[in-house]
């Protein structure tokens, strides 16, 4: 990401776990954000990004619901990209994939009606250390797996559960994915074994695990 010292950028959802590390690493890099989030009064969605370095100067709040048409106007109004991570969320969708298609064809074709450059990244899963005082929904399932394996061995003593939670012979399909795309983005990915330790490190650390 290159220097942003003069540059103003929109980051919407700002409270979330994506979002608030892009706000974090944009005001390192001295963009001025413009941050939407649902409820600017809320501190357990604020603080953090409030205490984040440059915010003083450099990080403006907006309250904006996706669900109000013209809601992020003044959000967006003077920025020279916007990084959309706001989605509403609901828990009785029958068929998320579908959703999810749905609403980046229609991104695609809105940009290209528009005229905009733009990129959409479809992480399948965000582990790593927290921000914000809340779990987002990746750190929620580490943490669930982390209480049943200490609810069994309270229960069960004696029992041996397994260090591994793999296949010895594993059927490997033949596959090949490029990453020149992601490279071109300068996005590097982090290990697996590294990111899980983190998010772990990141829960004892907010008290949200202890042992």
């Not at 370095?53 to 709040?61: H, Q, T």
């Not at 916007?82 to 609901?90: D, E, L």
């Not at 779990?135 to 209480?147: D, G, R």
Request: glycine share 6%.
């Amino acid at each position: 990401m290159s220097s942003g010292e003069g540059k103003t950028v929109c980051v919407t959802g700002a409270s979330g776990y994506i979002a608030s590390c892009l706000v974090k690493q944009l005001l390192l890099r001295g963009y001025t954000v413009k941050a939407s989030v649902r409820d600017p009064d809320d501190p357990r969605k604020t603080q953090h990004l409030l205490a984040l370095e440059g915010a003083e100067d450099r990080l403006k709040l907006f309250k904006a619901n996706l669900l109000e048409e013209g809601s992020y106007d003044s959000a967006v109004e003077g920025c020279e990209g916007v990084f959309h991570t706001a989605s509403p969320f609901y828990h009785d969708v029958k068929d998320p994939e579908s959703q999810k298609t749905m609403a980046e064809d229609a991104a695609w074709k809105f940009s290209k009606e528009k005229g905009f450059d733009m990129v959409a990244i479809n992480p399948g899963m965000v582990i790593g250390p927290l921000l914000q005082p809340t779990l987002n929904t990746s750190a929620a399932a580490v943490l669930s797996l982390i209480k049943v394996v200490k609810f069994l061995h309270q229960l069960y003593p004696s029992f041996q559960l397994p260090k591994k939670c793999a296949d010895d012979k594993p059927y490997v399909p033949t596959y090949q994915v490029s990453k020149e795309k992601a490279r071109s983005l300068g996005i590097e990915f982090i290990p697996l074994d590294v990111s899980l330790k983190e998010t772990v490190e990141s829960l004892k650390e907010k008290g949200f695990v202890d042992f």
